[in-house]
Structures are given as C-alpha cells and as structure tokens.
C-alpha cells in the first residue's frame, strides 16, 4: 500500500516571501501521479499542480511549482510570492496509475499561513 | 463546465440516527465517484468509491455505507451512527483514465451527538 507524508503540520510565510512545502511518499511502483491539492478555509478542494512520475521535468504553475525527487521519493511545493489567499490546508497526494479506477491516497495536510 | 453538489453542507444527528448523505455531478457522463473522510489531524481517508451505477468499492470496514442509483448520484448512508463518525465528508469525481485531476464538492460537516 502506498503511504504520504507530510512532515510539517503547521507552517506560516509573509507575504511575498517564498515557502516550501514537504512531501514524501512510499509506493513500489513505478508508473503513477503525484499531486498537490489546496483546501481554503471555504472547504472546496481544488488542484494546484500535478506530476506525472515518468517525466523528469518538475512541474510548474505559475507562482507554484514542484521538486520532484523520484529516487528519494520526495515531491515538495514552492510557493512563491505568497499571496494572502494562498493561506489554505495543502494536501500532498498519491495515485497509482496502474489501478481501474484512479484513487488518490493523501498526505494528512499542511496548514499554511500567509501573514500580511 | 462540470459541476458537483453536496448536500447537506453541515449535520448534526444523535446517535442511533440514520444518515443519508448525497452528491451530485453535471455536465459529464460515468464519472468515477469517491467519499472521503476528514478527521482532524488524519487527512483525507477514502470510504468508498465507485466506477458505474450500483458498482461500490469499500476501502474501510465500518458503519458506512455507499450507493450509485444513477450514473451521477452517490450516496452516503448509515442505519444507525456512532460518535466516530463524525468528521468531515467529501465527495469527489474524475473521468477516470487520461484525466488524473479529481473535483471535490464543499463537503458536509457531520457531529454525532
């Protein structure tokens, strides 16, 4: 079974400033997905970014992006210029791409905090 | 565009209730529907999730239970709750392969009491 670990419970950043965010992960395979998720103090879980395990290129968007370390099984989050709405529970995410049907394992979560 | 409801948005039922939970997607056709669980300090735990109409998956043994009557109508269901089961539930749809990105409703905030 796969596992995620987000070692930093609680983290906070001012605004403008860059935060990096942790995730590891354990899996034996070889072919899956990797995913930040970022859930606002309004509840509804959206995607922030994803990364496919078979390209070696780290993803970005826009102010977001990933140090995807497939070897270590590490996938962390650089958020940079904080924005005040970024402040948000952040969930790592793990889903195995050789599965019938795609279902994400998650980290238990980050609390960021964008202090203005 | 794709849209998903949940409702209620927050319960609250003593113990021994029944409970029916329901979600709702549009604007797409045989999503894969899952219901997750929230408890404080433990993440997102999956409960159930489903691939077709009446086809349930259960991830966790426990006192819930899950139901697909039409293609985009899932349903979370107990005869009868206990005070673990209150936590936050989340419902959540994708299109399965080649779209990895999962859409998740406003969830519903249970208390037993």
């Known amino acids: 079974a796969q596992t995620v670990t987000q070692s930093q419970p609680e983290m906070s950043v001012q605004e403008a400033e860059t935060v990096t965010l942790s995730c590891t992960y354990d899996?034996?395979?070889?072919?899956?997905?990797l995913f930040w998720y970022k859930q606002p103090p309004s509840r509804q879980m959206i995607l922030v970014i994803r990364q496919e395990a078979y390209k070696q290129q780290n993803a970005t968007e826009n102010r977001f992006s990933v140090n995807f370390q497939k070897a270590a099984k590490s996938f962390s989050l650089k958020i940079s210029d904080s924005q005040l709405g970024d402040t948000a529970m952040y969930f790592c995410?793990?889903?195995?791409?050789?599965?019938?049907?795609?279902?994400?394992?998650f980290g238990k979560g980050t609390k960021l905090s964008v202090i203005p | 565009s794709q849209t998903i409801h949940q409702w209620p948005a927050t319960l609250v039922q003593p113990v021994g209730s029944p409970l029916s939970l329901e979600c709702t997607v549009e604007g797409t056709s045989n999503p894969n529907l899952y219901w997750y669980r929230q408890a404080a300090g433990r993440g997102l735990q999956l409960l159930f999730y489903s691939v077709g109409i009446g086809q349930i998956s259960s991830e966790v043994p426990q006192n819930l239970s899950a139901s697909r009557p039409q293609d985009r109508q899932f349903i979370l269901s107990s005869k009868k709750l206990l005070l673990s089961d209150s936590g936050f539930y989340l419902c959540?749809?994708?299109?399965?392969?080649?779209?990895?990105?999962?859409?998740f409703g406003q969830g519903t905030r249970l208390t037993v009491v």
């Open positions: 899996t034996s395979e070889s072919n899956y997905y």
């Open positions: 995410a793990f889903m195995n791409s050789g599965a019938g049907s795609y279902q994400l394992t």
């Open positions: 959540a749809w994708d299109s399965g392969p080649m779209n990895t990105e999962a859409f």
